[in-house]
């Protein structure tokens, strides 16, 4: 069957917006999604008094529904802060593009992860690092239920998280040992906290 896209992800997948090379970016990121092996580059231009994103671009070798969240993302971003730009989740990107496939959420937070790599990289040494539980479920909400296509965390399965001083992260987790897909999520969230520096050690524990 084919995939159901809207109005607005047909037209920003023909028409993309804000896609090329800023040739003196003052930071680029290349994010890969580890859900298709796609990845996305995203390029910024900053204006160092105000903060605000002056110009922004991408290229996308992924398909047509990363083309259209980059293109709607890029769109949004253009003029905000980057502390404004922080804020925008994938849903809010979704969203605006009138919906996306549930097979193809992850997609969209390809293009988000890209967007935030960029931004963390242009913040590089300036911001002081710290790893909060904040960061810790930003991270969690972005791990998809594989089939169903909703994050983890609003699916209710994150039970408990803690971060200690010396950098592990402990987490409890609601799924079932039935659940074909118990070891694939436990998998795909040590592969995300792994590359984060401030993470030292990871505890996931099952209770159910
Ligand atoms: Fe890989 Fe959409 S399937 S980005």
Same mark, same amino acid.
């Given at each position: ?13 023909? @028409? ?14 290349? *994010? ?10 995203? !390029?910024?231009?900053?204006? %160092?008094?105000?903060? %605000? ?10 398909? =047509?529904? @990363? ?12 003029? +905000?802060? $980057?502390?404004? =730009? /922080? ?22 937070? /390809? =293009?988000?992860?890209? /967007? ?5 990289? !242009?913040?590089? *040494? %300036?911001?002081?690092? +710290? ?6 479920? @930003?991270?969690?909400?972005? $791990?998809? !239920?594989?089939?169903?296509? $909703?994050?983890?965390?609003?699916? +209710?399965?994150?039970? !408990? ?16 040992? *039935?659940?074909?897909?118990? @070891?694939?999520? %436990?998998?795909? $969230? ?14 996931? +524990?099952?209770?159910?």
């Amino acid at each position: 069957m084919p995939l159901q896209y809207s109005e607005i992800v047909l037209e920003h997948f023909r @028409n993309p917006r804000n896609v090329g090379i800023i040739e003196d970016a003052d930071a680029m990121a290349i *994010e890969g999604s580890p859900a298709c092996g796609d990845q996305i580059v995203v !390029y910024l231009k900053v204006d %160092k008094e105000t903060k %605000k994103i002056t110009d922004i671009k991408f290229q996308s070798f992924g398909c =047509a529904s @990363n083309i259209a969240t980059g293109s709607m993302l890029t769109e949004m971003v253009k003029g +905000k802060t $980057i502390d404004e =730009a /922080l804020r925008i989740t994938w849903k809010d990107v979704a969203e605006a593009l009138g919906g996306l496939p549930p097979v193809k959420m992850h997609c969209s937070v /390809l =293009a988000v992860d890209g /967007l935030k790599s960029a931004i963390k990289n !242009y913040l590089g *040494e %300036k911001r002081e690092e +710290k790893f909060t539980k904040e960061d810790l479920v @930003n991270i969690l909400s972005k $791990i998809l !239920y594989p089939n169903l296509s $909703i994050d983890i965390v609003s699916l +209710k399965m994150v039970n !408990y998280i803690n971060i200690n001083e010396k950098g592990k992260v402990y987490i409890e987790l609601v799924v079932s040992p *039935e659940d074909p897909f118990r @070891n694939h999520i %436990k998998e795909e $969230i040590e592969e995300k906290l792994k590359k984060v520096p401030e993470v030292k050690e990871i505890e996931i +524990k099952f209770v159910y």
